[in-house]
């Protein structure tokens, strides 16, 4: 029994018949993405995933500010044996006590940060 590749059926087309049927991108069902919301959706969802969906806008002047404590600042003064201490591009937040007063210049400072800053005689120094 001869091997069903080795047969050729016929020169041109190798037994799929006429040449156009066989042609380039078009014949995969588009070029590229063509399709990725259609008919190549689950291709697409599989072998790139994230690729369909919201992305949102993302703001190019935006500036970050990461959060601590007094809780943290007052476990790193500890450490350190600094009185001054200093946050660029941070917001002090009022969650914890400080043990002893101290001189804090960050960013920002919420309401309740600054009023428990003064009670232990320290200092907040808003950068601007």
């Known amino acids: 029994m001869k091997n069903k590749t080795k047969k050729m059926r016929g020169r041109r087309t190798f037994g799929h018949g006429s040449q156009k049927k066989r042609r380039g991108k078009g014949s995969k069902g ?3 993405f063509a399709g ?12 790139y995933p994230g690729h369909i969906g919201r992305k ?3 703001k190019k002047n935006k500036k970050e500010t990461k959060e601590i404590t007094l809780r943290r600042i007052d476990e790193i003064a500890k450490k350190t044996g600094q ?4 946050f660029p591009n941070y917001r002090v937040l ?13 960013s920002y400072f919420s309401e309740k940060a600054k009023k428990k800053i003064e009670e232990i005689g320290g200092k907040f120094i808003e950068l601007s």
Do not use: D, Q
């Open 56 to 58: 949102g806008f993302v």
């Open 83 to 86: 009185n001054k201490l200093s």
């Open 30 to 32: 588009g070029k590229g």
């Open 36 to 47: 990725s919301l259609k008919h190549k959706k689950i291709k697409i969802m599989k072998e």
């Open 94 to 106: 009022g969650t914890g006590k400080l043990t002893s007063p101290l001189e804090i210049e960050a």
